[in-house]
């Protein structure tokens, strides 16, 4: 019970870096034949609407992508029972922040994709539908906005600690089972989550004894990931490491589980190379 709640935990802290990667992935395909945004850009929308529903997380789906009127607008599926409408609501401005935040250290391809969006006056919304209660929320970027990222350039520390404060203006969360997230925070060279176990469901003087289980089970979930280990990549450029700090309830004892910078930079290292070798492997196939 306790690594399925860890599991949990893992994919809510990193739900906001996958909104935003789904965004930037339309961004780069448009991005890509200059003069042909138009015929390229309807194209691109409607490979990636073939594909959908996807599931970015449990409780988050990408249930449709449109282009109408100069809006591209990515409407998602929320599960109030993992993520609470209100939440959401409460971290309209840190989402948005986070986006414009992306734009300006965005690079390459993916910044050529921002800059066609400015060149041919394009917003970008994202429309939110809660799965249970029905309610509606969007974030709407303008071309003016964007243009403005462009023209701010963001370092990858400062793209980690917006990334931080949004999911920090969500807490605290309820994980289930008697978890409960009360921060994250960068602190020390380090992303520091704070879970709450609630004593009376946790022995918890026996946690220690299944600590690196525990650490073998979130590295594994990333791993596994492709999104998931986004994460470990932002936190790798800024050369941080990560801390999980398990506290008692009643007690107020302690159980970390911390991967240090030199392991977050390795797993960021093998995961680039899977990368690189799947990359030569489809070329070759071609």
Known sequence: MQKDNLKSCIMKIVQIIKICIVLVFIASCSGNKKQEMYPDLIETVQKIQDGL?????????????????????????????????ENLVKAKQNRKNLFLTTI????????????????????????????RSHKEMSILVSPNEINDALQTKSNALEVLRIQIEGEKSSLPE????????????????????????DETNYI?????????????????????????????????????????????SVSGKTYNITF???????????????????????????
């Open 53 to 85: 529903p996807l599931v970015i997380s449990e409780g988050l789906i990408l249930a449709k992508v449109d282009y109408n009127d100069t809006i591209f607008t990515l409407q998602y599926e929320i599960d109030e029972k993992e993520f609470p409408f």
């Open 104 to 131: 300006s250290a965005s690079e390459g391809n993916e910044r050529t994709g921002f800059e066609q969006c400015v060149s041919y006056n394009v917003s970008v919304r994202y429309h939110f539908i809660g799965k």
């Open 174 to 197: 309820k994980l289930g089972d008697g978890m409960t997230m009360t921060n994250i925070e960068l602190r020390d060279s380090m992303v520091f989550t704070t879970i709450e176990l």
């Open 204 to 248: 918890f003087d026996g946690l220690g004894d299944s600590l690196e289980d525990m650490k073998a089970e979130i590295i594994n979930s990333l791993r596994s990931d492709r999104i998931g280990m986004n994460l470990i990549k932002m936190i790798a450029n800024v050369n941080y490491g990560l801390v999980y700090s398990y506290v008692g």
């Open 260 to 286: 240090l910078p030199e392991e977050i930079l390795l797993e960021k290292v093998i995961y680039e190379a899977k990368v690189k070798t799947a990359s030569e492997i489809v070329e070759c196939d071609e």
